[in-house]
C-alpha cells in the first residue's frame, strides 16, 4: 500500500491573525458571562456580552465578526458556560433569552459591513461618528427586535410585555455600552485590523 504525499498550501498570515482575533473575542464575552445584574421582571438579565457583538464588528468587520459570535455560540452550545450567569448547553440556545443570543452574529455582521462599507477592512477609529452610531444603532435594534419578538412568542406575552421586559430596561446600558465601543476603537489601542 502506497503512501500518497502532497504539498500542502499554508494558511496566509492574515487568516491565522483574524482567526486569532475572532477567538479572543469570542473568549472576552464568554469571560463576561459572571457579571450579570437580574432585572425585576425580566427573564434577561443585564450583561457585558452586546458590548463585544459591538467590538466583533467593529473591530473584525462582517465576516470574521460574524464567525466570532458563531464560535462563541457553538462554545455555549457544547456546554462551556460562557452565557448570562455562567450558563451553558443546547437549552440555552432555544430558552428565554434565546432570540438575543441567536442575533448576535447577525449584529456584528451587520455592523462590520456599515462600518467597513463592505467586506474589505477599515481601520474602524477612521470611520465617521455618525457611521459608527448608526451601525451600533442598527445592531442594537436587530438585537432586541429578535430578542423581543422571541421572548414575546415562546413567553406568550403581547408585544407591549416583551418590550417592557425585554428592551426598555436595558435602553441606558446599551447606550453606556455604545459609547465605550465607540470609546475602545477611537483610542486606537486595539490592534489595527490591518497588522
Given at each position: 500500500?502506497?503512501?500518497?504525499r502532497?504539498?500542502?498550501?499554508?494558511?496566509?498570515g492574515?487568516?491565522?491573525?483574524q482567526?486569532?482575533?475572532?477567538a479572543?473575542?469570542?473568549?472576552l464575552?464568554g469571560?463576561s458571562?459572571?457579571v450579570?445584574?437580574?432585572?425585576?421582571l425580566?427573564?434577561?438579565?443585564?450583561?457585558l456580552?452586546?458590548l463585544?457583538v459591538?467590538?466583533?464588528?467593529?473591530?473584525?468587520?462582517?465576516?470574521w465578526?460574524?464567525?466570532?459570535l458563531?464560535?462563541y455560540?457553538?462554545?455555549?452550545a457544547?456546554?462551556?458556560?460562557?452565557f448570562?450567569?455562567m450558563?451553558g448547553?443546547?437549552?440555552?440556545?432555544?430558552?428565554q433569552?434565546a432570540?438575543?443570543l441567536?442575533s448576535?452574529?447577525?449584529?456584528?455582521?451587520?455592523?462590520?459591513?456599515?462600518?467597513?462599507?463592505?467586506?474589505?477592512?477599515?481601520?474602524?477609529?477612521?470611520?465617521?461618528?455618525?457611521?459608527?452610531?448608526?451601525?451600533?444603532?442598527?445592531g442594537t435594534v436587530?438585537?432586541?427586535?429578535?430578542?423581543v419578538?422571541?421572548?414575546?412568542?415562546?413567553?406568550e406575552?403581547?408585544?407591549w410585555?416583551a418590550?417592557?421586559?425585554?428592551?426598555l430596561?436595558?435602553?441606558?446600558g446599551?447606550?453606556l455600552k455604545m459609547?465605550?465601543?465607540?470609546?475602545?476603537?477611537?483610542?486606537?489601542?486595539?490592534v489595527?485590523?490591518?497588522?
Amino acid at each position: 500500500m502506497a503512501t500518497e504525499r502532497q504539498s500542502v498550501d499554508r494558511v496566509s498570515g492574515d487568516v491565522v491573525r483574524q482567526f486569532a482575533r475572532a477567538a479572543l473575542i469570542a473568549a472576552l464575552i464568554g469571560a463576561s458571562a459572571p457579571v450579570t445584574i437580574p432585572i425585576p421582571l425580566s427573564p434577561a438579565p443585564i450583561t457585558l456580552q452586546v458590548l463585544f457583538v459591538f467590538l466583533a464588528g467593529l473591530v473584525l468587520g462582517p465576516i470574521w465578526g460574524t464567525f466570532s459570535l458563531v464560535l462563541y455560540l457553538a462554545a455555549g452550545a457544547v456546554g462551556l458556560p460562557v452565557f448570562a450567569g455562567m450558563n451553558g448547553g443546547p437549552g440555552v440556545l432555544v430558552g428565554q433569552t434565546a432570540g438575543y443570543l441567536w442575533s448576535y452574529p447577525i449584529a456584528a455582521g451587520l455592523i462590520g459591513l456599515a462600518v467597513h462599507r463592505g467586506t474589505a477592512l477599515r481601520d474602524p477609529a477612521a470611520q465617521p461618528l455618525p457611521v459608527v452610531v448608526a451601525a451600533l444603532v442598527a445592531g442594537t435594534v436587530l438585537i432586541y427586535g429578535m430578542g423581543v419578538g422571541y421572548m414575546a412568542w415562546l413567553l406568550e406575552m403581547n408585544l407591549w410585555e416583551a418590550v417592557t421586559a425585554g428592551a426598555l430596561p436595558f435602553i441606558p446600558g446599551e447606550i453606556l455600552k455604545m459609547a465605550a465601543a465607540i470609546a475602545i476603537v477611537k483610542s486606537g489601542r486595539i490592534v489595527s485590523v490591518r497588522s
